[in-house]
């Protein structure tokens, strides 16, 4: 069973990512170390004997459409109710409707266990924190007023609606049709494929964030408008009101996640009788809604990328568990009675440290990331600088974080043998859910054009120039440290950097020439390439902070050795793959003809 590793979280945010220093130097007002642990160990609590229990229960039973309306596993909707009755929902939503203002970084620490708990379950939390940061940015003030504050409370869940059977990540040739009305409203109606939470019984409302276009808009991702479309209509003193004309078509039967409802919806058929029609509200302005959206989108591909950590986490634990009670063989220097536990094994050992570093590594990204959106809010002449480092981490967290979860989950089932391909160990399930967040919220190659194309050239390519020279900081550190065990770090923090500085330069050259081609053709290895990096030196950077403290330190130092003297012996490889992968592309795309 999972267990929340509270302390390993709130380390990571204090001498990692940056919260420790945040809150020293006032950046989060009379936020305390106290506060923090209080606020953790509740949410790890609250994920370890309550969502995660439930987990199986979700995966076996999945999501149901019975005579039009989705039911939710047996104990779900009885568990979200106790979850929003927490003040889960509103970490940092605006104070002004219900929320706690708090840091990002706490919200996504506590989104990490509670997607280790059930990352089914949390999908829907998700989606409405995203939902609520886009109608609080872009929202009029009767929208905010009318839908913020239950939203926040999670009375009211959200949802994002872009995906349309023939469009995918390409939002350009959407359908969706929206109609003007006289009194402000408008009318909207087409079909939407992949709404997550789209349909449930676990909410009084749920608010649809809808893209679609009017009559008159121009053509492509220019005459896209974001319009919030509530399930059910909501009265002037709060009450609910009459049912819109939206449903919820059918189920997607999915790979895993199968407690998420995962909804086809149909917008405006008439089905409830009146005007054929779902009334809906503008958000933000006409013809300008991707931009809007993509303050949701933004938001959910950090929360992706702690799906990709949390299933990383909890698959980690179960495979320790499992190599420390399985017995299997005598491994080399087994002394003991009988066979040796699998942990034994060079092997299985070797695969645990490559699931521990990933696990770190990922976790530590996806933190910066949120403590440099934090920054961005809050670092006053210094705010642009963070705003760029945001921009810069965000693909970085969505795509390594998600790979990481996929990588790491397929190695607990190697660790477990025949047993992980079997459903009872649930193993396997870690690896049918973690498979998804590589594909949405932009596919991780979608992230890797971002990247390269977007934003490296941030300042021309000073933010990412910055960015190398701290992480040339910390292996100088490490350099100087003259702690035992650090053994080749150094070394291999040093090569593994060079081969980064290496690949951004030439990247930024191809840009600079117009030649993107021959940039994105090596922009997915690049994304790799940072992100092992990132994952050594914020292991040394963690090891370097606890050094001396009751042994703790020698073994991150430990991992960090061990992350830094394996995993980034692949740098110079992805190096050579970034600069030589255009021309190897270009000459082999025959076989693909």
Same mark, same amino acid.
Request: glycine content about 12%.
């Given at each position: 069973m999972y267990k929340a590793p509270v302390e390993e979280i709130a380390f990571t945010l204090k001498h990692v990512a940056g919260m420790g220093e945040a809150m020293s130097n006032g950046l989060f007002g009379d936020l305390g170390e106290d506060l923090v642990d209080a606020i953790l160990s509740?949410?790890?609590?609250? !994920?370890?004997?309550?969502?995660?229990?439930?987990?199986?229960?979700?995966?076996?039973?999945?999501?149901?459409?019975?005579?039009?309306?989705?039911?939710?596993?047996? *104990?779900?909707?009885?568990?979200?109710?106790?979850?929003?009755?927490?003040?889960?929902?509103?970490?940092?939503?605006?104070?002004?409707? #219900?929320?706690?203002?708090?840091?990002?970084?706490?919200n996504v620490a506590a989104l990490e266990m509670w997607n280790s708990g059930s990352m089914?379950?949390?999908?829907?939390?998700? =989606?409405?924190?995203?939902?609520? $940061?886009?109608?609080?940015?872009?929202?009029?003030?009767?929208? /905010?007023?009318?839908?913020?504050? /239950?939203?926040?409370?999670?009375?009211?869940?959200?949802t994002m609606n872009l995906t349309e059977p023939h469009a995918g990540s390409d939002l350009g040739v959407l359908k969706a049709r929206a109609e003007r009305r006289a009194d402000g409203s408008y009318r909207i109606s087409g079909q939407k494929i992949f709404i997550t939470w789209g349909e449930h019984d676990a909410a009084d409302n749920i608010i649809h964030l809808v893209l679609a276009r009017l009559p008159d808009a121009p053509a492509g991702t220019r005459g896209i408008s974001l319009f919030l479309v509530p399930k059910f209509l909501v009265n002037d003193d709060g009450s609910l009101g009459p049912r819109n004309d939206l449903f919820c078509h059918s189920l997607e039967h999915k790979l895993g996640t199968h407690g998420s409802p995962t909804c086809t919806m149909i917008y405006g058929d008439g089905r409830f009788g009146g005007e054929k029609g779902a009334i809906g509200w503008l958000v933000g302005e006409e013809n300008k809604g991707l931009a809007c959206m993509f303050t949701m989108m933004n938001n959910a591909r950090l929360a992706v990328g702690m799906q990709g950590v949390a299933i990383a986490e909890a698959a980690t634990q179960k495979a320790l568990a499992y190599a420390r009670e399985r017995t299997q063989g005598r491994a080399p220097g087994w002394s003991g009675p009988g066979m040796s536990?699998?942990?034994?094994?060079?092997?299985?050992?070797?695969?645990? =440290?490559?699931? /521990? !570093? =990933? %696990? +770190? #590594?990922?976790?530590?990204?996806?933190?910066?990331?949120?403590?440099?959106?934090?920054?961005?809010?809050?670092?006053?002449?210094?705010?642009?600088?963070? +705003?760029?480092?945001?921009?810069?981490?965000?693909?970085?967290?969505?795509?390594?974080?998600?790979?990481?979860?996929?990588?790491?989950?397929?190695?607990?089932?190697?660790?477990?043998?025949?047993?992980? &391909?079997? $459903?009872?160990? *649930?193993?396997?399930?870690?690896?049918?859910?973690?498979?998804?967040?590589?594909?949405?919220?932009?596919?991780?190659?979608? +992230?890797?054009?971002?990247?390269?194309?977007?934003?490296?050239?941030?300042?021309?390519?000073?933010?990412?120039?910055?960015?190398?020279?701290? =992480? /040339?900081?910390?292996?100088?550190?490490?350099?100087?440290?003259?702690?035992?065990? &650090?053994?080749? %770090?150094?070394?291999?923090?040093?090569?593994?950097? !060079?081969?980064?500085?290496e690949a951004t330069t030439w990247l930024l050259k191809m840009l600079a020439d117009d030649k993107?081609? $021959?940039?994105? @053709? *090596?922009?997915?290895?690049? +994304?790799?390439?940072? *992100?092992?990096?990132? %994952?050594?030196?914020?292991?040394?950077?963690? @090891?370097? @902070? $606890?050094?001396?403290?009751?042994?703790? #330190?020698?073994?991150?130092?430990?991992?960090?050795?061990?992350?830094?003297?394996?995993?980034?012996?692949?740098?110079? !490889?992805?190096?050579?793959?970034?600069?030589n992968g255009a021309a190897s592309l270009a000459a082999a795309r025959i076989l693909l003809a």
């Open positions: 509740e949410a790890g609590r609250f !994920a370890t004997e309550e969502v995660a229990p439930l987990a199986d229960i979700g995966d076996r039973q999945g999501a149901r459409l019975v005579d039009g309306e989705v039911r939710l596993p047996d *104990g779900w909707r009885d568990l979200y109710r106790s979850w929003i009755s927490g003040g889960w929902n509103g970490l940092t939503a605006p104070e002004a409707f #219900g929320g706690q203002a708090l840091p990002h970084m706490l089914a379950f949390a999908l829907a939390p998700t =989606l409405t924190m995203g939902a609520i $940061e886009a109608v609080s940015a872009h929202g009029s003030a009767a929208l /905010k007023d009318k839908y913020l504050a /239950k939203m926040v409370s999670g009375e009211w869940t959200g536990p699998i942990i034994e094994h060079p092997d299985v050992a070797r695969m645990l =440290l490559t699931m /521990k !570093a =990933l %696990t +770190q #590594g990922a976790r530590a990204i996806s933190f910066a990331c949120a403590h440099a959106i934090d920054m961005s809010r809050r670092a006053g002449d210094r705010s642009r600088h963070w +705003q760029e480092r945001a921009a810069l981490l965000t693909p970085i967290a969505k795509s390594f974080s998600t790979d990481a979860g996929v990588e790491v989950a397929s190695l607990g089932i190697q660790v477990h043998g025949g047993m992980g &391909f079997i $459903e009872e160990t *649930g193993a396997a399930r870690y690896l049918r859910d973690a498979r998804i967040a590589p594909i949405y919220e932009g596919t991780n190659g979608i +992230q890797a054009i971002d990247l390269v194309t977007r934003k490296l050239p941030l300042s021309g390519g000073d933010q990412v120039r910055g960015f190398i020279a701290e =992480l /040339k900081a910390v292996a100088d550190a490490v350099r100087h440290s003259n702690l035992d065990g &650090f053994g080749e %770090t150094a070394a291999r923090l040093d090569a593994g950097i !060079a081969d980064l500085d993107a081609p $021959e940039a994105l @053709a *090596g922009a997915t290895p690049y +994304q790799r390439l940072v *992100g092992l990096v990132l %994952t050594g030196c914020y292991l040394a950077k963690g @090891a370097l @902070a $606890e050094s001396g403290d009751d042994g703790k #330190g020698e073994g991150r130092i430990a991992l960090c050795r061990f992350a830094a003297e394996n995993l980034l012996a692949e740098t110079t !490889a992805l190096r050579d793959r970034v600069i």
